[in-house]
């Protein structure tokens, strides 16, 4: 797709996930990583540890040790005790791309796919249409278990990632560019592109690239 003129991301409804696939997305998009200015730190007492364990229960062996769980939770010595990990903090950066990318949101892109709105944000040529996002990507690492007497199954979060200016968005989220109608959005986003972006005989059209979504 990195060869095309104009990308169009529906992201409606998206409810996160697993953090690694839109990262992949990215990097084989760009052949480099968008990152976003973000803060992490993630709780490794022996009940988070345990926890956690959980989650990470259908993808390691038998023989995983909780010991190598604290390890993947980020403490040096492997051992779990009172307390958080080292507070990572990774430097943001705009990347270049080519192709320009249209983003549709709603307020159902939560989490891991909010995530991807922040990578996408430190992208040049991304332009983003149709309303806020939840605002659910204070917390992570989202560790299982079950209440003893009702066995209701609940999710407990073991790390914390706080937008890049520290602010607590939770209700809130990400913000478009432009606000229109998610039920409208991907009608809208094409119109635009058509009349403005998409190339016609080499040439980009000459024209206001905002008139499309104001003035559909």
Request: proline residues 6%.
């Amino acid at each position: 797709m990195r060869d095309e003129p104009v990308i169009v991301l529906d992201l409606r409804s998206n409810p996160g996930g697993d953090s690694t696939y839109p990262a992949r997305w990215v990097w084989r998009l760009l052949l480099q990583t968008a990152k976003a200015q973000q803060v992490s730190a993630k709780l490794t007492t022996v009940t988070a540890v345990a926890l956690y364990a959980n989650t990470l229960k259908h993808y390691l062996s038998s023989s995983q040790t909780l010991a190598d769980t604290a390890a993947l939770l980020g403490r040096d010595d492997g051992s779990p005790h009172p307390g958080w990990s080292r507070i990572y903090h990774g430097a943001g950066t705009t990347v270049s791309n080519d192709p320009f990318i249209a983003v549709i949101t709603d307020s159902f892109i939560a989490s891991a796919a909010e995530g991807l709105v922040l990578s996408l944000r430190h992208m040049d040529n991304v332009v983003f249409i149709g309303a806020n996002t939840r605002g659910a990507l204070l917390t992570g690492n989202v560790a299982l278990c079950y209440l003893p007497f009702s066995k209701l199954g609940m999710s407990v979060p073991v790390m914390l990632t706080p937008y890049e200016d520290l602010d607590n968005r939770d209700g809130l989220g990400l913000l478009p560019d432009f606000w229109v109608d998610p039920d409208k959005a991907l009608d809208r986003v094409k119109a635009f592109l058509e009349k403005h972006l998409v190339m016609e005989a080499g040439e980009a059209r000459e024209s206001n690239p905002l008139e499309g979504l104001l003035n559909p």
